[in-house]
């Protein structure tokens, strides 16, 4: 065996080259980058590869619990469309509110190892607390429940559901490799030597596991090599969610508009010609089912952002429509109060309408005489209408949002049932006959004696 006198002598240039990368370039220290996945071919690899890089859900950018930006940070969409989505998705058939619950139950947060879900059987650490995982499993059951026995468009919870999981598949085929969430190490315990144990990541609990190895079973004392690089400083953490890229004009949104507009124009036209198909719910319902169409295409596109400022009031104003039945609501004639004190059976109009404004109408100054007939009919306003004391009247009472009373019945709220019938007054059969017919679009009826 060498012996060594006085200063160390190094190695033979190939040895320290050897050693030089034992130590160096097989420890690890050089970086090793995953492959990217590739695209995804079969429905069945693409269910899972969307499990297995589902969205997350930040910390940055919610309004709630953040399922929206967490579908919109993760395909490149804009959260406030995903918003609208759900808005109409529970308008139309009320699927939103159980795929918003199903979303914060089954999508882990940012920074957490699982779902609330998996975090409640165990399979990690989640920031949803395993009670209120029951409680949003609880809520979940019941509104899928709920959105699937019925509602006032039939079937459209399993077609709102149908067309999420349609929308949600594609944009994953198309849009899957973008945003992926980078994977959260699972903590294991470490020894610390003093007996006690703390949490580490994995891989700092694996690299804390490996004993030394000297490839050259020798001292590295005795090597004259050059000290090793300085390990650059570790970059800061930077959120893998980043908001989407500034979108180029698109002319989604200019044709969608354009349709909508040929679309409400022709059943607006189609409905001055007689078609009764075409009222106000329906053509409301068709623009906003040709707007709903742009914002899906526009999503994908990366356009037709303007649509949603078009999408919120027709839907406000869809759900309005269909509450209300507008359909017998009369708003034609002028504004303002009308008065109207007849003096002979020829003063009396067969018709008095008004569009808004209060109406009252005084027949108790008529002289007994011959039967007449009147109608009084008002948009938005108070009706009040007053008879003789004696006069035989045969009446028929309604309004679309209010009360109407007749003599001795009454009726509250909206669309309620027309009154009906006869009142001879306190003197029985016999009196002059009136035949009076009030209809009342918005306000209050009131027909009483004088």
């Not at 002028?334 to 109406?359: E, M």
């Not at 009726?411 to 027309?418: H, L, M, N, V």
């Not at 001879?424 to 016999?430: L, Q, S, Y």
Request: glycine share 14%; aromatic share 8%; with cysteine.
């Amino acid at each position: 065996m060498a012996s060594f006198s006085g200063k160390p002598q190094g190695p033979s240039p190939m040895y320290a080259v050897f050693a030089w990368r034992m130590l160096f370039g097989m420890s690890g220290a050089s970086e090793t980058r995953a492959p990217k996945p590739g695209p995804l071919n079969g429905f069945e690899e693409t269910v899972k590869d969307f499990w297995v890089s589902r969205p997350r859900r930040p910390h940055a950018g919610r309004k709630l619990a953040g399922v929206a930006a967490a579908i919109g940070y993760r395909y490149g969409i804009d959260p406030v469309v995903v918003r609208i989505a759900l808005v109409v998705a529970t308008v139309f058939g009320g699927f939103g509110v159980p795929f918003y619950l199903l979303g914060w139950l089954f999508l882990p947060g940012e920074g957490d190892e699982v779902s609330g879900f998996e975090g409640l059987i165990g399979r990690g650490r989640s920031a949803v607390s395993p009670a209120f995982a029951v409680v949003l499993s609880v809520l979940t059951v019941v509104s899928v429940g709920g959105s699937f026995s019925g509602s006032w468009f039939d079937g459209g919870g399993l077609i709102s559901f149908a067309l999420i999981t349609v929308a949600l598949y594609l944009l994953h085929r198309s849009r899957g490799q973008e945003n992926r969430p980078a994977p959260v190490v699972p903590r294991a315990p470490a020894f610390t030597g003093n007996g006690a144990f703390t949490m580490t990541d994995t891989a700092t609990a694996e690299a804390g596991a490996k004993p030394g190895w000297d490839p050259l079973a020798a001292d590295p004392a005795g090597w004259d090599l050059p000290d090793p690089p300085s390990a650059p400083p570790p970059a800061p953490p930077t959120s893998s969610y980043r908001p989407p890229e500034p979108r180029h004009r698109s002319k989604v949104g200019s044709v969608t508009f354009a349709v909508a507009v040929l679309i409400a124009g022709g059943g607006v036209l189609a409905n001055l010609d007689g078609n009764a198909w075409f009222s106000a719910q329906h053509i409301i319902g068709l623009v906003l089912g040709v707007v709903g169409i742009g914002l899906v295409v526009g999503a994908f596109a990366r356009g037709g952002r303007g649509l949603i400022g078009l999408a919120v009031p027709l839907a406000i104003a869809g759900m309005v429509l269909t509450t209300v039945p507008f359909q017998n609501f009369d708003f034609r004639g002028g504004t303002g109060d009308l008065r109207a004190t007849p003096r002979s059976v020829a003063d009396v109009q067969p018709r008095y309408q008004h569009a808004a404004g209060d109406i009252d109408l005084d027949l108790s100054k008529l002289p007994a005489g011959a039967p007449f007939s009147t109608e009084v009919v008002n948009g938005a306003g108070d009706t009040t209408v007053i008879v003789p004391e004696t006069a035989d009247v045969t009446y028929d009472c309604s309004t679309g949002a209010g009360s109407a009373s007749c003599f001795d019945r009454s009726t509250d709220g909206i669309s309620q049932d027309a009154l009906t019938g006869t009142d001879n007054g306190p003197d029985g059969v016999g009196g002059q006959k009136i035949t009076l017919h009030v209809k009342n679009s918005v306000g209050n009826v009131e027909v009483r004696r004088g």
